[in-house]
């Protein structure tokens, strides 16, 4: 009897503290967020990656009523701060700054990179877009992509390109490039994209493959040659596409998004999703990501950008393969 009586008990203390801490749970959403929102970026600041955050996270903080802080974790292709992400706690207070990198090349390109892009992560939505651009040295000797190629042909291994890091946007690319003319052309890893751009207008390396450079092009510090979209972008309408230049089918969007750790509440996605959709529906943020060479994404729900990301893994695979990228 007194052992029946204990075991009532004890379920009656198992279904109590269940239900407070559903309940308790419920309330943490309904008063979300209640403090700052930690946004990790895996690159370095100043770079591309970290503009497109920074104006991103401005914008949505005033539909959540916090603050959205970046954290830069750069290292190792954005494999750090991925990795960190995908470790924090998913309360709604950690968020990520997805990429091409973070949820495509990666897998394809490391044999390990500590985390699964999508069973440790959840969807938040799509940022924008960026094609990336082929920019020389202000006084380079190349006025054209035909130039750089017909030079890189007649002295195999003696030209050089620059990137973010192994596993960057710019290695793919740099490497993409490379099978696509049939050059011979050295890669030259930085720690970040900042520090590659700065080499490329010093002139100590011949070029890089990369997304945000507006500001260098507008300061006459980088010659743009290319750009890697189907069709010329209102930021640079006297760029010619890679088609146009003389290298077809030569595309390479950079996709920017938000994630958050696996276990995030549904509900709190969705309020992340529809803070970045009043966001993105901001003329003054459309603006800056247009004049930044981007193109800005209409507002789409959590599951649609989840599909994106899904099928942009395997597209982002096919790109490893065809670019001969390895790790290096």
């Given at each position: 009897m007194?052992?029946?009586?204990?075991?009532?008990?004890?379920?009656?203390?198992?279904?109590?503290?269940?239900?407070?801490?559903?309940?308790?749970?419920?309330?943490?959403?309904?008063?979300?967020?209640a403090?700052?929102?930690?946004?990790?970026?895996?690159?370095?600041?100043?770079?591309?990656?970290?503009?497109?955050?920074?104006?991103?996270?401005?914008?949505?903080?005033?539909?959540?009523?916090?603050?959205?802080?970046?954290?830069?974790?750069?290292g190792?292709?954005?494999?750090?701060g991925?990795v960190?992400?995908?470790?924090?706690?998913?309360?709604?207070?950690?968020?990520?700054?997805?990429?091409?990198?973070?949820h495509?090349?990666?897998?394809?390109?490391?044999?390990?990179?500590?985390y699964?892009?999508?069973?440790?992560?959840?969807?938040?939505?799509?940022?924008?877009?960026?094609?990336?651009?082929?920019?020389?040295?202000?006084?380079?000797?190349?006025?054209?992509?035909?130039?750089?190629?017909?030079?890189?042909?007649?002295n195999?291994?003696?030209?050089?390109?620059?990137?973010?890091?192994?596993?960057?946007?710019?290695?793919?690319?740099?490497?993409?490039?490379?099978?696509?003319?049939?050059?011979?052309?050295?890669?030259?890893?930085?720690?970040?994209?900042?520090?590659?751009?700065?080499?490329?207008?010093?002139?100590?390396?011949?070029?890089?493959?990369?997304?945000?450079?507006?500001?260098?092009?507008?300061?006459?510090?980088?010659?743009?040659?290319?750009?890697?979209?189907?069709?010329?972008?209102?930021?640079?309408?006297?760029?010619?596409?890679?088609?146009?230049?003389?290298?077809?089918?030569?595309?390479?969007?950079?996709a920017y998004?938000?994630?958050?750790?696996a276990?995030?509440?549904?509900?709190?996605?969705?309020?992340?999703?529809?803070?970045?959709?009043?966001?993105?529906?901001?003329?003054?943020?459309?603006?800056?990501?247009?004049?930044?060479?981007?193109?800005?994404?209409?507002?789409?729900?959590?599951?649609?950008?989840?599909?994106?990301?899904?099928?942009?893994?395997?597209?982002?695979?096919?790109?490893?393969?065809?670019?001969?990228?390895?790790?290096?």
């Amino acid at each position: 009897m007194f052992s029946k009586l204990r075991r009532y008990k004890d379920l009656v203390l198992a279904l109590s503290l269940g239900l407070s801490a559903a309940g308790a749970q419920a309330a943490s959403v309904d008063n979300y967020p209640a403090a700052p929102i930690n946004m990790i970026v895996g690159w370095a600041a100043g770079g591309p990656a970290d503009g497109v955050a920074r104006m991103v996270a401005a914008e949505m903080s005033k539909h959540l009523g916090q603050s959205i802080v970046v954290d830069n974790k750069a290292g190792a292709g954005g494999n750090i701060g991925s990795v960190a992400a995908a470790r924090a706690n998913p309360d709604g207070y950690t968020i990520m700054l997805s990429t091409v990198a973070s949820h495509g090349l990666n897998s394809a390109l490391y044999d390990n990179i500590g985390y699964d892009p999508i069973k440790d992560f959840a969807p938040v939505g799509l940022i924008n877009t960026s094609p990336s651009t082929m920019l020389v040295p202000a006084d380079s000797p190349f006025k054209s992509v035909k130039d750089y190629v017909d030079h890189a042909k007649a002295n195999p291994g003696k030209l050089t390109y620059a990137s973010g890091g192994v596993g960057s946007s710019q290695h793919l690319a740099g490497a993409s490039f490379k099978t696509r003319t049939g050059i011979d052309i050295l890669h030259v890893p930085f720690k970040s994209t900042a520090p590659a751009l700065t080499d490329v207008m010093a002139g100590r390396v011949d070029m890089i493959i990369t997304t945000g450079a507006m500001a260098p092009i507008a300061s006459g510090k980088v010659r743009p040659l290319a750009i890697t979209s189907k069709a010329r972008i209102d930021a640079l309408p006297e760029v010619p596409t890679f088609d146009e230049a003389g290298v077809p089918g030569f595309y390479m969007d950079s996709a920017y998004g938000l994630v958050a750790p696996a276990g995030t509440p549904r509900p709190i996605l969705i309020k992340l999703n529809e803070a970045l959709a009043k966001a993105l529906q901001s003329p003054e943020l459309r603006q800056k990501f247009i004049a930044a060479g981007s193109v800005p994404a209409e507002p789409i729900s959590i599951d649609a950008y989840w599909d994106m990301v899904q099928k942009g893994m395997g597209e982002a695979a096919e790109l490893v393969r065809i670019s001969g990228a390895k790790k290096e």
